[in-house]
């Protein structure tokens, strides 16, 4: 792939990232209702799909039981990952939930090392690993909110922390070249379609649609919808597009950085942001995150992507023996 490619994927992707926090926060003051508002998303970006396939626009792989069946996981991590971060937003001002996405990177380089083969960081990303840690804990002594409500004012973003890490590593897993995906509509094709279902037992769950029936709609809610569910699709194709290109900490680490652009435009437009203390030490949690650079990889046994390939291939395998002896079967 091209170097050209990698910084098309990177620049869309830095676009949508940048944007998908501010839009769905404006979305959640009009409906608040994260569970439905991502149903919405979802059905709106597997609709555009089913167009661009139909019309022939873009290459979209069919459903395989095999891709299917890798991507259930996945899609669990990513309905609970949308969710938590709805619900953090809902309960936390933007800043805290950019500056604990920021240490998202410490997590994912130790899940690379432990099933994707990468080394652990050496000196100097390690130093800018640290300063993460050093940021994230210097805006916490700031945050009045933390002053107020102690650790439970982080529980949604610890929960969308976590969840987005192993979320990270697992996605660059199943999306490498043993898939075989005929284009990145694929991914984002199965993971929006297969989300509905789970996202909207979440949103029955958590009563809803009571909330809906009094929802009072006017222009500016339905305009705000629908601009969430066009970044949303955005950010879906062109998450899976730059995944497929670089390390999965890597990848973490652009969406980190592409948050700075977030955090500017929310101290213009939001009473309810951080001090000016808490955005200092944001910036050195943000600095830290865009210091890091991707570790190599190391000789080792068999990673979990090999695994995931030879699995393909025994059911590759499987199914072109079934077809052979149904063949033979008709010739007799």
């Not at 130790?110 to 210097?138: C, D, H, K, Y």
Request: glycine fraction near 6%; charge should be neutral.
């Amino acid at each position: 792939m091209s170097s050209r490619s990698e910084a098309t994927a990177m620049l869309l992707y830095s676009f949508a990232s940048a944007s998908m926090l501010l839009v769905n926060k404006l979305c959640l003051k009009a409906l608040p209702m994260p569970g439905l508002v991502s149903v919405a998303q979802f059905v709106f970006s597997a609709a555009c799909i089913l167009v661009i396939k139909v019309s022939g626009l873009a290459p979209v792989d069919d459903f395989e039981w095999k891709k299917v069946r890798l991507y259930l996981l996945y899609v669990v991590q990513f309905v609970v990952g949308i969710y938590t971060n709805m619900k953090a937003l809902q309960h936390s001002n933007v800043d805290t939930v950019i500056v604990f996405r920021a240490m998202a990177p410490l997590l994912v380089c130790v899940l690379e090392w432990a099933f994707l083969g990468r080394q652990l960081p050496s000196a100097r990303p390690a130093l800018s690993l640290l300063a993460i840690v050093v940021g994230a804990a210097g805006y916490v002594s700031a945050d009045k909110a933390f002053g107020a409500l102690g650790i439970s004012a982080y529980s949604w973003v610890i929960a969308y922390t976590i969840v987005t890490s192993s979320q990270m590593a697992y996605g660059k897993l199943i999306v490498g070249p043993e898939m075989k995906f005929s284009s990145m509509w694929g991914p984002t094709q199965y993971t929006n379609v297969l989300s509905i279902l789970p996202m909207l037992a979440i949103a029955m769950v958590s009563n809803e649609p009571a909330k809906l029936e009094k929802v009072v709609w006017t222009a500016w809610s339905a305009e705000i919808l629908l601009a969430s569910c066009v970044v949303g699709l955005v950010i879906s194709f062109s998450g899976w597009w730059c995944r497929s290109l670089v390390t999965a900490t890597c990848y973490t680490v652009l969406g980190v950085a592409n948050k700075m652009a977030t955090v500017l435009v929310n101290m213009l437009i939001w009473d309810q942001h951080a001090s000016a203390t808490g955005v200092a030490w944001l910036g050195v949690c943000l600095l830290g995150a865009t210091a890091y650079q991707q570790a190599p990889m190391r000789d080792q046994a068999p990673t979990a992507s090999d695994k995931v390939e030879t699995a393909l291939l025994k059911g590759d395998a499987v199914s072109e023996k079934k077809a052979a002896r149904d063949d033979d079967e008709e010739s007799v």
